[in-house]
């Protein structure tokens, strides 16, 4: 009998415990429901917040390039307006528009091989060089001849030059009406602040070839001419001695 009292009572307590276990889980199951509700409305206002910053931001910068925009558009105005009134004429491109019959410009010369002027040379010739180059081609000859003329009559002065710009190349070949010999003596002397160097021209390197020369396109053309003429020249007889 009292066996079976404490069996009935075990079994109370065992469904009284149930019982609690039973009305305890709806309550923690609630309670997780209620959590996860709440962190689901942080994340979304989360969302939200962020959204309406970018949305600001937005607006701000857009607020920003109208700004600019119509900065530039007034300064464009003021421009244009101030091209108008000091031209008076319509506001063209800065960029300037090449026409189609715009041709280039062609320089001038003449090639220093164009004139017969080399065959002065022969063995009597005297070579100088040492003068100032600065100055033009008429000017240094008639400098060398008032020069020379100290020696005797000059025949001739012959200043090889460059093509393109005309100036003299350094040296220059000249010829005496009578004796030669003579003009030799102004080697070294002065002249315009210089010193000239006075040689004979036969046997130098500058008697068959320009050194330090700046030609032309011509130049060849003119060279195969003068070779065509000498070779098509007669050949003079020396005259017979009585």
Known sequence: MDSDKVVTYANILKRDADDSEALAKPTLKKHKEIDISRNDIAIKNEIIKNQQMNSDILEIL?????????????????????QQKDSDLPVTSMKKKKSPKEKKKVVKYKCGLATNDYKMKNRRTIFV??????????VIKRKLTEH???CGEVAMVYLPHHCKTDSPIGYAFINMRNDEKEALKLDGT????????VTMAYGRSEYNSFTNRRGCKRCLRNIMKRRMEDANSPIRKLPRQS
């Open 129 to 138: 060089q040492g003068f100032d180059c600065s100055f033009p081609l008429e």
């Open 148 to 150: 020379f003329s100290s």
């Open 62 to 82: 857009l607020k920003k390039m109208d700004d600019m925009s119509n900065r530039l558009n007034v300064v464009t105005d003021f421009v244009e307006k101030q």
């Open 190 to 197: 002065r002249f315009d602040g210089m010193y000239l160097e």
